[in-house]
């Protein structure tokens, strides 16, 4: 349907810098990227791939990713309206399925099959001109009366229940048969000979409490649950979208944020065993902000509530209806405070409290435990993560901000940039009490992390993965996007060793990499966990090749980053934020 509303308006489209139409437009270091955000086509049936390589029989399964889908619609009377924030694009889910070799196809072969999972919204736009919902960075008319914001932003739970499923815009992670919720029937638990990887439900989510099921198999939008059905505390509309998963367990931890009078974060957790939700912890003393992730290690989860503070306690949100201009600028003078709440049911709620120098980040890598050098008898928390010096890449990420034809582009590029662009740390939060403190979330009991390594943003890591297998436990090797400056966007996928404190990347000119996904290889000697196999596997990432506009599922071995394989499309993949992998025969769930 985007499809169809918008295509034939980008033939002789004016943009960025093209100033006549027919022009070629101009792109930044001639690595162009427009298309990645122009892109509207889907492909209801799945199609084959042009497979070329040797991707390894070890890397089959389903690779699901989520994110904008186009950001255009014609409205009925001509118009054309835009969302103005990359995080408010169209959804689109894709999904590509990577077959095993058999008796009746002895090679490996890739199915693709897309969606987009809003054509309600977009119904609505084109009779209206208008997008009412909560949005992150889209502008809003100045002249609407506050009651009128206020109604429209937060809506009751009754009136998202009664909306379609196609009429919200959650696309920004994903998970597989997530507990604790009752999937509506799809093709997926029903007839549906092609799903043999044992995913009964697939939710699409953002950083809000909606979720949004889709078909795992024809992607389509079948149904809608809120996390108030998890437990009827968790009532508040912000939410982390990377919920945390115990990789053994498969339980499910994360966060849900009330703002009225005061903020009141609850930390809570899913047993993957019952389907019971548990709330671990309530927090009061924090001021509101938007997190986009959680830390969890193997017997605890840290919340660290950093720089991205909600002006007048929450309250702009009424006022703005979007993030971006809810957000606080960053205060120095305000550090970051990290609440360490045990895993244990029940659970004593927050035991210590920590504090770091202020800063910002979407996304946490991983955390895991060791033993304290200076007490025996506690432990130290070890916390990578990928975070900003200010808050600048937020507005970078608008689409003007991005696109390698646009003259906004260039206020991001080079050294002028650098506060937009990330670097990855490490903190130590050390001798993690085995009891409350007495008076655990007060700043002035508070202890202070101590940062063990901080890289330059030419070695960092945005969209930060790892094997999963090393999830909360101490991992060596964090892979990623880089974003070094050389496009207005991401210019390639790095490698980084946490403990040589060097990176290793993948670079081909004009072509831009999505976020990459680890599969480990099962037939490695030894425990398969085990810290010399760490990065034995292969990383699968969705890149766009500038120059022919057409995307490709590229596969590199993850020791030395090197091609093995790749799927070739005869079209292009919007420029998403996030997936998941589910392997033939491995677990299937996903937070």
């Not at 990330?422 to 002035?444: A, Q």
Request: charged share 20%.
């Amino acid at each position: 349907m985007v499809e169809e509303t918008i295509m034939s308006e980008q033939n002789g489209h004016v943009n960025g810098n093209n100033g006549i139409n027919g022009e070629t437009p101009k792109h930044y270091n001639d690595w162009p990227n427009d298309h990645g955000f122009d892109v509207y086509e889907e492909e209801t049936k799945p199609v084959e791939l042009k497979v070329s390589g040797n991707i390894p029989p070890y890397a089959a399964g389903v690779l699901y990713r989520t994110g904008p889908g186009g950001y255009k619609t014609k409205t009925e009377d001509g118009k054309i309206y835009e969302a103005s924030h990359w995080f408010d694009g169209f959804s689109q889910v894709h999904r590509f399925q990577i077959l095993p070799p058999s008796e009746s196809t002895p090679n490996l072969s890739v199915m693709y099959n897309s969606r987009h999972s809003v054509d309600g919204i977009i119904d609505k736009i084109n009779k209206t001109g208008k997008f009412e919902q909560f949005t992150f960075g889209q502008k809003r008319d100045p002249c609407q009366s506050l009651f009128k914001k206020i109604m429209t932003t937060f809506s009751p739970p009754s009136s998202f229940m009664k909306s379609n499923p196609d009429e919200q815009n959650l696309g920004v992670t994903l998970s597989v048969n997530m507990p604790g919720l009752k999937a509506p029937v799809s093709s997926a638990n029903t007839d549906d000979k092609s799903n043999n990887t044992g995913i009964s439900s697939l939710l699409n989510k953002s950083d809000n409490t909606n979720y949004q099921f889709i078909d795992p198999a024809t992607l389509e939008p079948i149904g809608l649950a809120k996390q108030a059905d998890l437990h009827p505390d968790l009532k508040g509309p912000f939410s982390g979208t990377h919920a945390k998963q115990d990789p053994l367990t498969g339980d499910i931890f994360n966060y849900n944020l009330d703002v009225n009078s005061k903020a009141i974060y609850r930390v809570w957790h899913v047993s993957a065993s019952t389907g019971k939700t548990t709330v671990l912890a309530t927090i009061t003393d924090a001021p509101p902000a938007y997190i986009h992730s959680i830390f969890l290690t193997a017997n605890h989860v840290i919340l660290c509530v950093w720089g991205s503070h909600l002006s007048y306690r929450g309250l702009a949100i009424l006022y703005y209806r979007n993030m971006v201009d809810s957000i606080s600028p960053l205060d120095p003078a305000k550090p970051c405070r990290w609440y360490v709440i045990p895993r244990s049911s029940p659970s004593p709620g927050v035991i210590a409290t920590y504090t770091t120098p202020a800063f910002f980040a979407f996304h946490t890598v991983n955390a895991y435990e060791i033993a304290s050098p200076t007490d025996p008898s506690k432990i130290d928390i070890m916390a990578d993560i990928a975070a900003y010096d200010d808050l600048s890449v937020i507005k970078r990420f608008y689409y003007d901000n991005l696109k390698s034809s646009s003259p906004g582009s260039l206020a991001y590029v080079g050294p002028k940039s650098d506060s937009a662009r990330t670097w990855l740390g490490r903190y130590r939060l050390p001798n993690i009490p085995g009891t409350p403190d007495p008076n655990p979330t007060s700043l002035i009991s508070a202890h202070e992390a101590v940062q063990e390594f901080k890289t330059s943003i030419a070695e960092a890591v945005e969209l930060p993965t790892l094997n999963p297998n090393f999830m909360t436990r101490k991992h060596r090797y964090v892979y990623g996007v880089a974003d070094r400056g050389k496009s207005t966007f991401f210019d390639g996928l790095v490698k980084y060793d946490t403990q040589t404190r060097t990176p290793l990347f993948w670079e081909q000119q004009g072509h831009s990499a999505g976020e990459a996904i680890f599969v480990a290889n099962p037939d490695v000697d030894g425990e398969k966990t085990d810290e010399v196999n760490e990065d034995r596997g292969v990383l699968l990432s969705v890149v766009l090749n500038g120059h022919t506009n057409r995307s490709y599922l590229l596969v590199l071995d993850a020791r030395d980053m090197t091609e093995v394989g790749r799927a070739e499309m005869e079209g292009a993949v919007g420029f998403g934020f996030h997936g998941t992998f589910v392997g033939s025969g491995r677990d299937t769930f996903g937070a």
